[in-house]
């Protein structure tokens, strides 16, 4: 069995699908690589790619990925609701098969160094790439955002310690299997989101491993519950649901529906579970291994 990675670019770009498609043609690029997963959101003015592959296959399309993220995003021209750094704002790497997370955070390094040298694009390293307490935490690493930040008022860890002009920073990481997980409420009031929020997330004393964001949709007229779950196993996504559901319950409000964002593993959500949290559009190929088995399958 081959050494496998998974990595999952975040980019600041949500509404034009011929810049989205662009980078991933350059993944694709890449011999030994495959695209499983990509998916847009306008009001968030975010994309996710997730692909995997062989280490070494994957951290050369990160960093191709990165270069052509940076000539096609600026971050002066960029309005949504989602907090973000940079062009390509995160770049995280996952153990998938017969790799180490300490080799995870090898290629994290080697792709900032590369980022730097060639597109002049600088990186803090989060998670269990962090080289400072204070990075580790990815929301800590985003506070202040482009704006706040491009100065070099924090400055980053490889290069700087000015932001690329235009396409910022990049946050690179090696870290589990995470699910970024929304739940949209019956109305658009963002002042419930983000009290149901402020009580389900870790930091507030909620649910542990969960972060969690209110935010407004004003595409679908929506406010929506944003949530990473940093480990499936310590809160799945059923206990997230379950929370917000309660907590929106008790403010008056009503859950309409949830999202994934991405891929999930299977141990993670299966046909019950996606009926149970009201999963729009669920289909098998949600699925982390589901997708990954049909990709190496094709020619």
């Given amino acids: 069995m081959a050494a496998l990675v998974e990595c999952v670019p975040n980019f600041s770009e949500g509404r034009d699908r011929a810049v989205i498609e662009a980078i991933a043609s350059r993944i694709r690029a890449v011999p030994g690589v495959h695209v499983l997963d990509t998916t847009m959101d306008a009001d968030h003015h975010r994309s996710v790619i997730t692909f995997a592959g062989a280490p070494e296959a994957v951290l050369a399309a990160a960093i191709e990925a990165a270069g052509e993220a940076a000539a096609r995003i600026d971050l002066n021209r960029h309005h949504g609701v989602h907090p973000r750094i940079g062009a390509i704002d995160v770049l995280p790497f996952v153990p998938v098969r017969d790799v180490a997370m300490s080799d995870c955070v090898e290629l994290a390094v080697r792709a900032g160094e590369a980022i730097w040298s060639r597109f002049s694009l600088p990186s803090y390293l989060y998670e269990f790439a962090a080289r ?155 699925i982390l291994e589901n997708r990954l088995s049909a990709a190496i399958s094709e020619p």
């Fill in 132 to 286: 400072r307490a204070d990075h580790r935490n990815l929301a800590d690493v985003r506070k202040g955002q482009f704006e706040g930040l491009r100065n070099g008022e924090r400055p980053p860890d490889i290069g700087g310690p000015k932001f690329h002009p235009t396409a910022g920073a990049v946050a690179i990481g090696a870290r589990k299997f995470l699910i970024a997980y929304n739940v949209n409420l019956a109305g658009a009031d963002v002042s419930l989101a983000k009290e149901i929020a402020r009580r389900v997330r870790a930091s507030s004393g909620g649910l542990p491993c969960v972060k969690a964001l209110g935010l407004g949709l004003e595409t679908a007229g929506l406010a929506q519950v944003s949530m990473n779950l940093t480990d499936f196993e310590v809160t799945p996504i059923r206990a997230a649901f379950d929370a917000v559901t309660r907590e929106a319950e008790l403010l008056g409000a009503r859950v309409l529906e949830s999202e994934l964002i991405g891929l999930a593993p299977a141990a993670a959500l299966d046909a019950a579970l996606a009926a149970h949290i009201r999963l729009r559009g669920f289909t098998p190929s949600m």
